[in-house]
């Protein structure tokens, strides 16, 4: 029924529905409370007496003003002695914001060459939902209480023999820490470092700056880039720095794909003996490989000298954020420590499920079958740039599901990535691995891990004549 307020407010309907089911208090509760969130009843402005709106109402008095304590409790309406009830100060609605404008729907590309991102459709969704029953059949009830935050001991104990098998590393379970993919593991890593009196940190160039430089600075570490050639990175270069921390990818660089020669590995090594420092590997693509055997683990030439990150991200899904590392002795307990500081331990049914996935072999099974789609994808892709832009020179294949294209074109990164998404292709340029954000030399990153074979021909042969060079 229509009710005239007290004031200058307009009049206000507050429908009280007996057949609703709903408590007539909380109907006027929430018909005043939206009434003063919409701006009908402004700040200051006199609500009805109690008696006057029960009687209005036809309800009783009570249940009014048993309403008008609730939301005074609120904050939405003040009550003084000897004056009426009034919409307080602090009610006051806030500015209506502009509705953001709709973002137009990305483009449809007919491939786009986005690097770091593996086949999401070949998710062994099957496998890992089996996976799951497993683990939550045989969970122990204790299990579900606050566990180690090192991680689950039977996940703890399969990576160790899986890293031992396949990595060649000098792993042991209590000295490996589970964690959400490689950015915490980085930052758990980098903090148990600048624990340990480290200020700066190095980092190969091109490759990561942006996650390394960001997991720094919330470490409270300085973060200098280190220059790598044709076998890896500089290490003079290195010891230059003052760094007594580096982060490196000595299994398939990223991005430019060089594999760390056996010599610079043992100079690596020496200089971290020789700076009392600290060798960061990043282990993140290591099972794809093609043209030549594994290279194993720089950890397992020196324990005491490397942290170790893996994860499931390029081998199974991102989405996961499983990882772990592998912890030196000097670190493992700092390491754990700000582990259990972050969050007390990652969810402790999906670190089972992937146990249970990599005892059961389908984890080994799911890697073979996908080392074989990526090589078909990796030749798919040289032979249409051989077809659509001869002389392009393409390094890095020998392992994960990226190739980088050197071009020789005239003009910048800018001008061939913005002509390609004219052309609905999607290209990514080394720049976004360089410290100075530099294209020169103008170099492409070519991811292939997300997009089938018929689109990597599809689109080279959109792009060709932007690669090849004249």
């Known amino acids: 029924m229509p009710l005239e307020w007290s004031g200058s407010s307009p009049e206000l309907l507050v429908p009280l529905d007996r057949s609703s089911g709903e408590p007539l208090r909380a109907q006027l509760e929430c018909q005043v409370r939206d009434a003063i969130r919409g701006g009908r009843l402004r700040v200051g402005e006199r609500l009805p007496s ?12 009570g249940l009014v003003q048993e309403c008008y304590a609730q939301l005074q409790a609120e904050g939405y309406l003040v009550t003084r002695s000897g004056s009426a009830t009034r919409v307080a100060a602090g009610a006051a609605p806030a500015a209506p914001a502009e509705p953001p404008r709709p973002a137009p729907p990305p483009a449809r590309l007919i491939a786009d060459f986005r690097p770091g991102v593996p086949d999401l459709g070949s998710f062994p969704m099957a496998d890992w939902l089996w996976a799951v029953r497993e683990a939550g059949r045989a969970i122990p009830t204790a299990a579900l209480d606050y566990g180690d935050p090192a991680g689950a001991m039977p996940l703890r104990e399969v990576l160790a023999g899986y890293l031992r098998r396949v990595r060649a590393a000098a792993a042991e379970p209590d000295r490996i820490v589970v964690c959400s993919g490689h950015a915490q593991a980085l ?20 490759g990561g700056p942006r996650s390394t430089s960001a997991a720094a600075a919330w470490a409270g570490l300085d973060a200098v880039p280190v220059p790598v050639d044709e076998h890896g990175v500089d290490v003079r270069a290195l010891a230059a720095t003052g760094a007594r921390a580096v982060v490196v990818t000595p299994a398939h660089q990223w991005p430019t794909g060089v594999v760390m020669a056996p010599r610079r590995r043992l100079e690596l090594i020496a200089w971290a003996a020789d700076r009392d420092a600290v060798i960061i590997e990043d282990d993140y693509d290591a099972e794809f490989r093609y043209d030549r055997e594994p290279v194993g683990a720089l950890q397992g030439l020196a324990a005491d000298r490397v942290v170790s990150i893996g994860t499931v991200s390029k081998s199974l899904a991102p989405a996961l954020r499983l990882g772990w590392l ?44 996908m080392r074989a789609v990526y090589a078909a994808r990796r030749a798919a892709l040289l032979a249409a740039l051989a ?84």
């Open 50 to 61: 109690s008696r006057e709106l029960a009687r209005t109402l036809g309800i009783s008095r």
């Open 187 to 206: 930052v758990l890593a980098l903090g148990a470092l600048a624990r340990a009196g480290v200020r700066t940190v190095a980092y190969e160039d091109p």
């Open 326 to 369: 592998l912890a030196p002795p000097s670190l493992a307990a700092a390491i754990v420590e700000y582990k259990l500081l972050s969050d007390r331990g990652s969810p402790a049914l999906d670190q089972l499920a992937l146990a249970r996935l990599v005892e059961s072999g389908r984890y080994d099974r799911h890697l073979r079958r």
């Open 387 to 470: 077809e659509h832009a001869p002389g392009v020179r393409v390094t890095g294949l020998d392992a994960g599901f990226h190739a980088v294209a050197h071009l020789g074109v005239p003009g910048g990164e800018a001008a061939v990535v913005d002509a390609a998404r004219a052309r609905g292709v999607g290209l990514h340029g080394m720049s976004m691995c360089r410290a100075d954000g530099s294209d020169a030399p103008l170099q492409l990153v070519l991811g292939f891990g997300n997009t089938g074979e018929r689109a990597v021909r599809a689109g080279i042969a959109a792009v060709g004549d932007l690669l090849a060079p004249r």
